[in-house]
């Protein structure tokens, strides 16, 4: 076996664990609705789910934060729901990007974060699930592709131009990247806008509080991809297969 092979399956067995003890910690006969977020590691959460829902009878609607995990919901036969009929948000379980050690979070690399804010900060409880890279003590530590902001595609350039005087850095537009087919030009999300990604000095201290309201005072700026006091427990998956649980002071 290949260390890269290797370094593949810790990862994904972090991800897994982190997912299992997410479900199993949180999700019980009181549970009604639940959130849930985008990306790779919300695959274990929705498969471990969907199993616990199974065994012990619940009666629980999943509102989905994108057309990837409505697809996922779908294909592992729970019930689907959506925000205008419910409102009352029990519990969101997403990934992240980056998480630091006050549970800010860097969301959006898969350009789903506008969704899944709604979904985190409507809910009681937004929990968090990832591996071990994903932990850091500060932002910009361990995740390099900067923070992901929705924009209106009319107005990415103006954006870029102010971001970067404000704050220096770099804020390319995402476009499509991989091999393949895929269609060419800049990323668009679910709700029709374009993503640009403010890639920072991670070596400045910065207050995110402050920034974040900066940003989406912007006009243009639909969503940022930072999650500042919304998390309120973070499970990390080690490579050992333990899993180190953060709860937010």
Known sequence: MSSETYNFELIERGKKNAAIKAVNENINDKTKTIGIGSGSTIVYAVERLAKKIAEEHLDINCIPSSFQAKQLLSKNNL???DLETNTNIDITIDGADEVDQDLTCIKGGGGCHLQEKLLAFYAKKFVVIAD????????????????????????????????QKLYGGKTPLREFSGTGRGKAGPVITDNGNFILDWVFDKNEDYDWKLINQNIKLIPGVIETGLFIGIAKTAYFGNSDGTVAKVISE
């Open 79 to 81: 019930r689907i729901g």
């Open 132 to 163: 071990y890279r994903k932990k850091s003590n500060k932002l910009g530590e361990n995740w390099s592709l900067g923070i992901p902001i929705e924009v209106l595609p009319s107005a990415y350039t103006l954006v870029q131009n102010r971001i």
